[in-house]
């Protein structure tokens, strides 16, 4: 009898707990549904907190296993030495939400993730991995010598691994480890480029441009052109070199230290030569503009003193030349080497060793993709032709500038050096 007591006492709160939490319906079933539907009820709770705990699992599974390649493989502050041609590209930097727009960027942090070079959730925030871009190129763009920083994980193999991710116009030469501070951007102090073009863009106005293959470069014209391009030499004021910058802006005066025309060189049949200038920084298109200047004044377009008066306060109309055969040579980190690299701890950031490895880059992917659009295209040719619509002479119009406010915007795609 004392024994029966607390059984019925214990199944009359049970009874009850069931009623409060919305179980009185069982009242009514028979005794054997009663039971399976309590079997139910009891163990859903425990399904739902087996899913929950498997979840967890497999979270503390993924954060164990990211902990021990970060264990295995610290993150390291790197800069990678880059080349790639810019054909088919939008640019170096990345356009996020802009997927259909591929940019060099894009495909490189592919490739990290892929290597497991960085997390996977880096990919999407670039500033978790520190990164930061040299210089940007625009839309067609090419470099021999970029420099990204960032960090990484020291994976063995870690060059051959990343580029067996990327295309093969895109490639990662070198790589060197920097201090934690280092920003490949603020740290530069000088970048170099080239400009590859056909030299029937130095020919007088009245040319056939229908005979480009059989024009060659006088010795006499060469030297014309080289004193013009020594002109930019020294601080000038660029504003007419760019789009939206006002005379007054200081961030419009740049300092170029050197400018020149190389020896011109035969392929395909056709003549090319490169130009080669290199300044602190550049502004969006006004390497372009600075060469469009000369070849507009050794056609014989413009006078000598626009350039000049290109640098004053007035606003100068100055051509643009094509952006097809531009590419970013080299990036300079003179101070950096006097600070750092000398200490023992690090290295130069001078890629001498990677020299034959760029010239046979440039000479695989970049040159032949400039000689081939060039001669099928005929950028350069097309250019020409609109020179003679530009006003030398005369202050730019309202009107003018906007007609050329509307070109900039429309190859902006990046800002570009």
């Given at each position: 009898m004392f024994?029966?007591?607390?059984?019925l006492?214990a199944?009359?709160?049970?009874?009850q707990?069931?009623?409060?939490n919305?179980?009185k319906f069982?009242?009514t079933?028979s005794?054997?549904?009663?039971?399976?539907?309590?079997a139910?009820?009891?163990?859903?709770p425990?399904?739902?907190?087996?899913?929950?705990?498997?979840?967890?699992?497999?979270?503390?599974?993924?954060?164990?296993?990211?902990?021990?390649?970060?264990?295995r493989?610290?993150?390291?502050?790197?800069?990678?030495?880059?080349?790639?041609?810019?054909?088919?590209?939008?640019g170096?930097?990345?356009?996020?939400?802009?997927?259909?727009?591929?940019?060099?960027?894009?495909?490189?942090?592919?490739?990290?993730?892929?290597?497991?070079?960085?997390?996977?959730?880096?990919?999407?925030?670039?500033?978790?991995?520190?990164?930061?871009?040299?210089?940007?190129t625009?839309?067609?763009v090419?470099?021999?010598?970029?420099?990204v920083?960032?960090?990484?994980?020291?994976?063995?193999?870690?060059?051959?691994?990343?580029?067996?991710?990327?295309?093969?116009?895109?490639?990662?030469?070198?790589?060197k480890?920097?201090?934690q501070?280092?920003?490949s951007?603020?740290?530069?102090?000088?970048?170099t480029?080239?400009?590859?073009?056909?030299t029937?863009?130095?020919?007088p106005?009245?040319?056939?441009t229908?005979?480009?293959?059989?024009?060659?470069l006088?010795?006499?014209?060469?030297?014309?052109?080289?004193?013009l391009?020594?002109l930019?030499?020294?601080?000038?004021?660029?504003?007419?070199?760019?789009?939206?910058?006002?005379?007054?802006?200081?961030?419009?005066?740049?300092?170029?230290?050197e400018?020149?025309c190389?020896?011109?060189?035969?392929?395909n049949?056709?003549?090319?030569?490169?130009?080669t200038?290199r300044?602190?920084?550049?502004?969006?298109?006004?390497?372009?503009k600075?060469?469009?200047l000369?070849?507009?004044?050794?056609?014989?377009y413009a006078?000598?003193?626009?350039?000049?008066?290109?640098?004053?306060q007035?606003?100068?109309?100055?051509?643009?030349?094509?952006?097809l055969?531009?590419?970013?040579?080299?990036?300079?980190?003179?101070?950096?080497?006097?600070?750092?690299?000398?200490?023992?701890?690090?290295?130069?950031?001078?890629w001498?060793?990677?020299?034959?490895?760029?010239?046979?880059?440039k000479?695989a992917?970049?040159?032949?993709?400039?000689?081939?659009?060039?001669?099928?295209?005929?950028?350069m040719?097309s250019?020409m032709?609109?020179l003679?619509?530009?006003?030398?002479?005369?202050?730019?119009?309202g009107?003018?500038?906007?007609?050329?406010?509307?070109?900039?915007?429309a190859?902006e795609?990046?800002?570009?050096?």
């Amino acid at each position: 009898m004392f024994r029966t007591r607390p059984l019925l006492s214990a199944l009359v709160n049970y009874r009850q707990l069931l009623e409060r939490n919305g179980l009185k319906f069982l009242c009514t079933m028979s005794e054997e549904a009663r039971d399976q539907e309590t079997a139910k009820l009891l163990k859903r709770p425990n399904e739902v907190n087996e899913d929950s705990a498997e979840r967890a699992t497999k979270r503390i599974k993924a954060e164990g296993e990211h902990n021990e390649d970060d264990k295995r493989y610290p993150k390291k502050k790197v800069v990678l030495l880059l080349a790639y041609s810019g054909k088919g590209y939008y640019g170096m930097q990345r356009n996020p939400g802009n997927s259909q727009f591929r940019t060099i960027e894009d495909d490189l942090v592919t490739a990290l993730v892929k290597s497991g070079c960085i997390p996977g959730n880096h990919g999407d925030d670039m500033r978790k991995m520190s990164f930061q871009r040299c210089a940007r190129t625009d839309k067609g763009v090419s470099a021999a010598g970029q420099v990204v920083s960032l960090k990484l994980r020291l994976i063995e193999d870690i060059i051959e691994k990343i580029n067996e991710n990327l295309p093969p116009q895109i490639r990662v030469l070198g790589l060197k480890r920097v201090t934690q501070g280092f920003n490949s951007k603020n740290n530069c102090d000088a970048r170099t480029y080239a400009y590859m073009l056909p030299t029937v863009a130095f020919s007088p106005k009245d040319y056939d441009t229908e005979n480009i293959a059989a024009f060659r470069l006088e010795t006499e014209t060469l030297q014309k052109v080289n004193q013009l391009f020594a002109l930019y030499k020294g601080t000038h004021n660029f504003h007419n070199f760019t789009s939206q910058k006002a005379p007054s802006d200081p961030s419009a005066r740049r300092y170029i230290t050197e400018m020149s025309c190389g020896e011109p060189f035969v392929r395909n049949n056709y003549e090319f030569a490169v130009i080669t200038v290199r300044g602190q920084s550049f502004m969006l298109h006004q390497i372009r503009k600075m060469i469009g200047l000369v070849i507009a004044v050794i056609k014989g377009y413009a006078k000598e003193e626009v350039m000049e008066r290109s640098w004053g306060q007035e606003k100068v109309d100055v051509p643009k030349a094509p952006g097809l055969g531009l590419v970013l040579e080299r990036v300079h980190f003179d101070r950096y080497n006097k600070r750092f690299g000398g200490d023992g701890l690090h290295e130069r950031l001078e890629w001498d060793r990677e020299e034959e490895a760029i010239k046979a880059f440039k000479e695989a992917h970049i040159y032949p993709t400039i000689v081939e659009t060039e001669c099928e295209e005929g950028s350069m040719v097309s250019w020409m032709a609109t020179l003679p619509i530009h006003d030398f002479e005369a202050t730019v119009t309202g009107t003018q500038d906007n007609k050329d406010q509307k070109q900039e915007n429309a190859d902006e795609g990046n800002d570009s050096d």
